[in-house]
């Protein structure tokens, strides 16, 4: 069993930066591939970010390739998503997933664990 808190979210300017993180308890992260993923009221879940077990390979939503940052630290079980450069399409509520398959990076059904979310507002 893993619990997963997410942390960092708020109100913040366009062009602003925000970090997020995700803290987890019951069990090591070292064997889950972790994610991001968002979503505003009345769109579906949108896959932002994920990174490997080890934290070697990573992966990006066009939307936000070259301005978000997924990183990872299995030693202190966390992981971090680093937003800069935000806009007011960012806005949404953001979750950590944890995925222990090793099979999936973009689908969210495919996740096994899911924090509470928080919320992000880019204000212009």
């Known amino acids: 069993q893993v619990q997963l808190v997410e942390s960092g979210g708020g109100l913040v300017q366009v062009g602003g930066s925000l970090r997020l993180s995700c803290a987890a308890s019951?069990?090591?992260?070292?064997?889950?591939?972790m994610g991001w993923f968002r979503q505003a009221p009345g769109k579906e879940r949108e896959f932002v970010a994920a990174?490997?077990?080890?934290?070697?390979?990573?992966y990006y939503a066009d939307s936000v390739k070259g301005r978000f940052t997924i990183s990872r630290d299995n030693a202190k079980n966390t992981v971090s998503l680093q937003m800069n450069s935000l806009k007011p399409e960012d806005t949404a509520v953001y979750y950590c997933?944890?995925?222990?398959?090793?099979?999936?990076?973009?689908?969210?059904?495919?996740?096994?664990?899911w924090g509470q979310g928080t919320q992000v507002t880019v204000s212009s």
């Open positions: 997933a944890a995925d222990r398959s090793g099979t999936s990076y973009y689908t969210p059904i495919a996740y096994d664990y």
């Open positions: 019951g069990r090591t992260l070292s064997s889950y591939i």
């Open positions: 990174i490997s077990r080890r934290g070697i390979s990573t």
